[in-house]
C-alpha cells in the first residue's frame, strides 16, 4: 500500500508556457495532499498544502496565481505551473496522506517530477 | 516555527559498520517524526518513524531513538550495506500536518 505516483517524471517547455503535473494516490484515499519544490543539494521546500474539493493553503512567498493547484478527487491532484521561466525549473514532488490504517500524518511521496524550462 | 537541525552532513562509513544520523527540532509541539531515504532523482521514501510518546524504535537494521525532553531524536543503521547509500531526512511533524525537513544527510557506505 501506500503508492503515490507522478507524471509526467520529467518535461523540458519552453519560457512562458504552462505546464501541468499530476500526483495520484495509487491504492488509497489521499484526504490531504501536498507539493514540494527540492532544488539540488537542497531539502524539501513545502509550497502547498490541498484537501480534496477545497482551496489549496499555500505557504508564505509561494504565488497561487503561478502555482495553481487542483484536488479535484480523493485520488488526484495537479500542481499547474503558468507562464514558466527558468528560474522555475526544479524538482517538484508531491506527496499524499490518508492511508487507511495509519495516522493522518504519515505522507507517502511520489518519484518527483523533473521541470526544466528553457 | 519549527526548525529542524540535522547532522552530519555527509557521512563515508565502511560497509558492515553502522551510522548514525542526529537531529535537533524546536517546537515543543511536534509530536511526529518520520525519517525518509531519498535516491538520486526519486522521491523520498519512508523508513521509520516514531511518535512522541515512544522512545525507541526499531525495524530489523534501523531503529530510532527521541528524547523528547531534549528534543533530539536520531537514525541508527546497522551492518550497512552498499545499497544503504543515499539522502536521508529527518522531519519533525507538528500541527495542521506541517513538515519540517532537516537539511539531508548523505550516506555513502564504501564497499
Known amino acids: 500500500g501506500a503508492v503515490v505516483s507522478q507524471h509526467p517524471s520529467w518535461v523540458i517547455c519552453k519560457s512562458g508556457t504552462s505546464v501541468k503535473i499530476e500526483c495520484r494516490s495509487l491504492d488509497f484515499q489521499a484526504t490531504t495532499m501536498f507539493w514540494y519544490r527540492q532544488f539540488p543539494k537542497q531539502s524539501l521546500m513545502l509550497m502547498a498544502t490541498?484537501?480534496?474539493?477545497?482551496?489549496?493553503?499555500?505557504e508564505q512567498g509561494v504565488e497561487k496565481d503561478k502555482f495553481l493547484i487542483n484536488h479535484a478527487s480523493l485520488t488526484l491532484s495537479t500542481l499547474t505551473v503558468t507562464s514558466a521561466h527558468p528560474e522555475d525549473s526544479s524538482f517538484y514532488i508531491c506527496?499524499?496522506?490518508?492511508?487507511?490504517?495509519?495516522?493522518?500524518?504519515?505522507?507517502?511521496f511520489g518519484p518527483g517530477t523533473r521541470l526544466t524550462v528553457l | 516555527g519549527e526548525n529542524v537541525e540535522q547532522h552530519p552532513s555527509t557521512l563515508s562509513v565502511q560497509e558492515g559498520d553502522s551510522a548514525v544520523i542526529k537531529c535537533t527540532y524546536s517546537?515543543?509541539?511536534?509530536?511526529?517524526f518520520p525519517w525518509y531515504k531519498q535516491e538520486l532523482g526519486k522521491g523520498p521514501q519512508l523508513i521509520i518513524d516514531i511518535r512522541s510518546n515512544v522512545g525507541e524504535k526499531k525495524d530489523q537494521r534501523i531503529a530510532v531513538t527521541l528524547n523528547k525532553t531534549a528534543k533530539h531524536f536520531s537514525l541508527h543503521i546497522t551492518e550497512t550495506q552498499p545499497e544503504d547509500s543515499a539522502v536521508y531526512f529527518c522531519a519533525a511533524v507538528g500541527g495542521y500536518q506541517k513538515v519540517t525537513f532537516g537539511i539531508g544527510t548523505k550516506l555513502q557506505v564504501i564497499p
Open positions: 506527496s499524499a496522506s490518508g492511508l487507511a490504517g495509519r495516522s493522518t500524518d504519515t505522507q507517502y
Open positions: 490541498s484537501n480534496e474539493g477545497s482551496k489549496a493553503t499555500y
Open positions: 517546537d515543543s509541539a511536534s509530536n511526529y
